[in-house]
T-cell receptor
C-alpha cells in the first residue's frame, strides 16, 4: 500500500530563516510520481512541483528547492530566506500504479513565518 | 482559460436536504476528482472520473453520487445531507497524457464550503 508521511504538523520560523519540510513515502511501485502543493490561508490549492521516480535530480525554483532521495524514500522541500507570504499548509502527495494513479496525500505541514 | 470553476462557494444545508455541487473545467482534461477537506486535515478522495461516462469511488464515497456526461462537467450530488458532511469540497482535474494514469498535476477549483446543520 502507498503512504505519505509528513511528520511535522506545524513549523514556526522567523522571516528570512531557511526551513525544510519533510516528506517520507512508501510504495511498492517502481514508477511513481511525487508532488508538493501549497494551501495558503485563502484556501486554494496551488501546485508546486511534480517529480517522477526516475529523476532524482534536485530541483530549484527561486527560493524553493526539493531534495528527492529514493534511498531514504524522501522528497523534502526547502524554502530559503523564508517570507511571510510563504505561510501556508504544504502537502506532499504520491501517485503510482498501486493507487491506480490516484493521489495519496500526506496530512500536511502548517508553516508559520513570523515577521 | 478559467481553469476549474466550482459553484456555489458557500452553502448551508439542513439535515436531510439534498444539493448538487457543480464543477466545470475548460482545459480538456480527461481526469476529474472530488475531494473533501475537513478542518485541519488533508484531502480525502470522494469520487473520480477518467473520462466522460466513467466514474469510480474514492476513499470516502458514502453519501455522495457523481456523473460525468461531458468532458467538462463533473457534478457531485449529496443526498440526505448529514452534519458529518460539513466540509470544504474541492474539485480538481488533470491530464494523464503519455505518463499514463493520473500522473499529471491536478488543478484545483476554489472550493465549496458546505455546512450541514
Amino acid at each position: 500500500a502507498q503512504k505519505v508521511t509528513q511528520a511535522q504538523t506545524e513549523i514556526s520560523v522567523v522571516e528570512k530563516e531557511d526551513v525544510t519540510l519533510d516528506c517520507v513515502y512508501e510504495t511498492r511501485d517502481t514508477t511513481y510520481y511525487l508532488f508538493w502543493y501549497k494551501q495558503p490561508p485563502s484556501g486554494e490549492l496551488v501546485f508546486l512541483i511534480r517529480r517522477n521516480s526516475f529523476d532524482e535530480q534536485n530541483e530549484i525554483s527561486g527560493r524553493y528547492s526539493w531534495n528527492f532521495q529514493k534511498s531514504t524514500s524522501s522528497f523534502n522541500f526547502t524554502i530559503t530566506a523564508s517570507q511571510v507570504v510563504d505561510s501556508a499548509v504544504y502537502f506532499c502527495a504520491l501517485s503510482g500504479t498501486d493507487s491506480n494513479y490516484q493521489l495519496i496525500w500526506g496530512a500536511g505541514t502548517k508553516l508559520i513565518i513570523k515577521p | 482559460n478559467a481553469g476549474v470553476t466550482q459553484t456555489p462557494k458557500f452553502r448551508i444545508l439542513k439535515i436531510g436536504q439534498s444539493m448538487t455541487l457543480q464543477c466545470t473545467q475548460d482545459m480538456n482534461h480527461n481526469y476529474m476528482y472530488w475531494y473533501r477537506q475537513d478542518p485541519g486535515m488533508g484531502l480525502k478522495l470522494i469520487y473520480y472520473s477518467v473520462g466522460a461516462g466513467i466514474t469510480d469511488k474514492g476513499e470516502v464515497p458514502n453519501g455522495y453520487n457523481v456523473s460525468r456526461s461531458t468532458t467538462e462537467d463533473f457534478p457531485l450530488r449529496l443526498e440526505l445531507a448529514a452534519p458529518s458532511q460539513t466540509s470544504v469540497y474541492f474539485c480538481a482535474s488533470s491530464y494523464s497524457g503519455t505518463s499514463g494514469g493520473a500522473a499529471g498535476e491536478q488543478f484545483f477549483g476554489p472550493g465549496t464550503r458546505l455546512t450541514v446543520l
